[in-house]
């Protein structure tokens, strides 16, 4: 079992939850559709249609105090800056060899001071999938090597202040990059 099975309701039910029947309803390689049959927290019993995918994982990088911010056009929701990360994928073994990864990948930047700093529930309702969450500072520069889904891929470097504006104006739209860069600010505020 892995973790985040141990966070989904099992058969004897975690909290006021029950859960009677599991049954995979669509799967491809990304993800896998299941529709639980459960008891909700108020008696009654009916379906709870919910999707596994891959852990994900963000990266502040701190690079001569700038961010580093990935601007991409993505399938479903058009241009976006984002902060550099992606799955954790099965060869990866853990969320931290997963977020040096993809900050390599993506921006070619390496190694640096890391720091956890902790996991977020982006869609709680819909699945129990987790975004890990890491800063470094400082890493070292090295040739960039995206995948093909990721040609368009441009690298900024923001400023922490105009991060955080991104955020507040909608320029940073992914949940978990934009709750990243705050809470590197507010850490930021406190080493003031």
Known sequence: MDEQEATTPDAAGLGPWARHRRTPLYATPRLTAYRDEVTFPDGSTG?????????????????????????????????????????????????????????AEETGYRDGHWTDLGTLHPLPGATPARVHLWSTVDPDPYPAAPEPVEADLKIHHVPLAEAVSAVRDGRLRCAASAALVLAVALGEGRRS
């Open 47 to 103: 379906p709870y249609n919910w999707v596994r995918v891959p852990d994900q994982v963000r990266v502040a990088a701190l690079v001569d105090g700038a961010l580093l911010v990935c601007e991409q056009h993505h399938y479903l929701t058009g241009v976006m800056w984002q902060l550099p990360g992606g799955s954790v994928d099965p060869a990866d073994g853990d969320p931290a060899t997963a977020a040096r990864r993809e900050l």
